[in-house]
């Protein structure tokens, strides 16, 4: 078995995954680091959990700053940002997507990246 990873494979998904996010940041006017609190967002808005149920739970800052290990006045300033740029919603108990089909999009294009690794 060959350990050495598919170069060839990764340089694709780097290449599919940069036009996903220049095409974010032309679209929504966005930068990388919002991109990528963005998708971390979703990913604890849209975590099953051990039940296995599928339910939308909203992040609050300090939970996010934990999973990112970012300062939480950075997280919030930027929160409002992709807030202002209608991506996310606030919520009496945090943060959640607004924008799914964007968010889905950018998960799509990890988890191919994820499959060509396997």
């Known amino acids: ?3 050495r990873p598919d ?3 990764m340089a ?4 599919r995954l940069f036009r996903v996010f220049n095409s974010l940041r032309s679209r929504h006017g966005i930068e990388f680091d919002e991109i990528l609190i963005f998708f ?3 990913r604890l ?3 099953p959990g051990q039940s296995n149920v599928m339910y939308v739970k909203p992040a609050n800052i300090v939970s996010l700053a934990e999973f990112l ?5 950075t997280l919030r300033r930027k929160l409002v ?3 202002e740029k209608d991506l996310v919603q606030r919520t009496s108990y945090g943060f959640v997507v607004k924008d799914m089909a964007v968010w889905r999009r950018i998960g799509e294009i ?3 990246g994820a499959d060509a690794d396997a």
């Open 12 to 15: 694709r998904f780097a290449s």
């Open 40 to 42: 971390a967002l979703g």
């Open 7 to 9: 170069m060839t494979g």
């Open 1 to 3: 078995m060959n350990d």
């Open 81 to 83: 940002r992709l807030e």
């Open 45 to 47: 808005n849209y975590d």
């Open 110 to 112: 990890a988890q191919q």
């Open 69 to 73: 290990d970012i300062p939480r006045e």
